[in-house]
């Protein structure tokens, strides 16, 4: 069954930092390209970060210098650490493969709610 767990998101100020993580079933995380999504509110979901199995990470525009992505290949855990956040970057986080095309289920996401 795939599963994907998703967890560390809260409410904090412009500027504070969180760190967000995802447990991943191991068909799902082993073979694959993984990432963090986000959607924020009356939006569509969009692509934040994604690491490759070999450890190459690319970002969204948005995020570049801020955010970093991680995984760990033994625990089928994905990190996202969100440092110097807005109040743009509030929405429910997801990760999961890229591209999200490839994507057959979803998690139930973790809110992140950033204030000004």
């Known amino acids: 069954q795939v599963q994907l767990v998703e967890s560390g998101g809260d409410s904090v100020q412009a500027g504070g930092s969180l760190r967000l993580s995802c447990i991943a079933s191991e068909s799902i995380f082993r073979p694959n390209t993984m990432a963090w999504y986000r959607q924020a509110p009356g939006k569509q979901r969009e692509w934040v970060a994604f690491?490759?199995?070999?450890?190459?990470?690319d970002y969204n525009d948005f995020v570049k210098g801020r955010f970093t992505i991680s995984r760990d290949n033994a625990k089928f855990t994905v990190w996202l650490t969100m440092n110097n956040l807005k109040p743009e970057d509030t929405g429910v986080y997801y990760c999961n493969v890229f591209p999200s095309r490839s994507a057959k289920n979803w998690g139930q996401g973790t809110q992140v709610t950033v204030a000004s």
């Open positions: 690491e490759t199995n070999g450890g190459t990470a």
